[in-house]
């Protein structure tokens, strides 16, 4: 939680994207390259020095409506997260239960999840080895967004996308706070969609997916939730079917390095779900 030394922001550099040359389609792997530790893609990034402010305090002036994210305070009754069949039987239910009561959502399906453990030195090549994500993004763009209900509840895609539907992560905290590589999150309302954003095709070992690149603009705020504990959670929104400009639709996020983590603070270790939420 936060405490007085806590700071109202901090000052450090976080990485963009910056789209490949002529308008071709940009494209990363999902998997590190074994050799060289990094995942091949075939655009730029670059490092821009952002100011992200510490929201511990008012915490309500962000919800997934407004901003794009919102800090809840709900313990999980599961909290080992060494198990994936376990992960699905008893904390997915209590999640589910959690993204209808905040949101008022009358079902809730999720598709996937990811624990990150970050590892100095160790090398992202596979999913048990998932590093807190260093780059600016979206985890879904429109088209992904739709071919993910028709995915994974295709016979009743048709009838569901008639109505609103969103994609939420719900990002927690492992064992600690997450005082070591905090999770940055930018305030839909400071975003330019259409200049800001970009398509970039996501490459799997057997499919292929698409999130969104996001390129540095002084416009955005960009904020935290300093030392968020596993007895809370944050819910991130990565889409919405109603675009209509009176709600946020989606939030670019980062993991970064603050320069004010104590020393000796355990790595970041996070566990985010990802779900399809449906409205009557």
């Known amino acids: 939680m936060v405490t007085l030394s806590s700071p109202s922001?901090?000052?450090?550099?976080?990485?963009?994207?910056?789209p490949p040359p002529d308008g071709v389609r940009a494209y990363q792997h999902i998997n590190a390259n074994p050799?060289?530790?990094?995942?091949?893609r075939n655009f730029n990034r670059e490092e821009k020095d952002?100011?992200?402010?510490?929201?511990?305090?008012?915490?309500?002036?962000?919800t997934l409506d407004t901003a794009g994210f919102q800090l809840v305070r709900s313990p999980a009754k599961h909290t080992a997260f060494t198990d994936d069949a376990e992960i699905e039987r008893e904390y997915y239910p209590e999640?589910?239960?959690?993204?209808?009561?905040?949101?008022?959502?009358?079902?809730?399906v999720f598709f996937d999840h990811t624990i990150r453990r970050r590892r100095p030195g160790e090398i992202?090549?596979?999913?048990?080895?998932?590093?807190?994500?260093?780059?600016?993004?979206?985890?879904?763009?429109?088209?992904?967004s739709a071919a993910r209900v028709h995915r994974h509840v295709p016979d009743d895609a048709p009838a569901l996308l008639q109505r609103r539907f969103q994609i939420i992560n719900l990002w927690r905290p492992i064992s600690h706070p997450a005082l070591d590589w905090p999770l940055?999150?930018?305030?839909?309302?400071?975003?330019?969609?259409?200049?800001?954003?970009?398509?970039?095709?996501?490459?799997?070992?057997?499919?292929?997916?698409?999130?969104?690149?996001?390129?540095?603009?002084?416009?955005?705020?960009?904020?935290?939730?300093?030392?968020?504990?596993?007895?809370?959670?944050?819910?991130i929104k990565c889409f919405d079917s109603i675009q209509d400009g009176s709600v946020a639709v989606f939030t670019p996020?980062?993991?970064?390095?603050?320069?004010?983590?104590?020393?000796?603070?355990?790595?970041r270790e996070s566990i985010e779900l990802r779900a399809l939420v449906f409205y009557d």
């Open 253 to 267: 996020h980062t993991g970064f390095q603050d320069p004010t983590t104590p020393e000796g603070t355990p790595p």
């Open 184 to 235: 940055g999150l930018c305030d839909y309302r400071s975003v330019d969609p259409k200049n800001d954003t970009l398509p970039v095709a996501l490459i799997y070992p057997d499919r292929e997916g698409e999130t969104l690149g996001v390129k540095y603009n002084s416009n955005q705020k960009w904020k935290y939730f300093r030392g968020v504990t596993p007895e809370e959670a944050v819910l």
């Open 95 to 108: 999640s589910a239960e959690l993204i209808k009561q905040v949101t008022g959502a009358s079902r809730v």
């Open 124 to 144: 992202d090549d596979s999913p048990d080895k998932r590093q807190p994500v260093a780059q600016a993004h979206v985890d879904q763009t429109a088209a992904s």
């Open 50 to 62: 952002v100011v992200i402010e510490n929201l511990r305090g008012k915490e309500d002036a962000a």
């Open 35 to 40: 050799k060289t530790g990094d995942r091949e």
């Open 9 to 18: 922001s901090v000052v450090t550099k976080l990485t963009f994207f910056v």
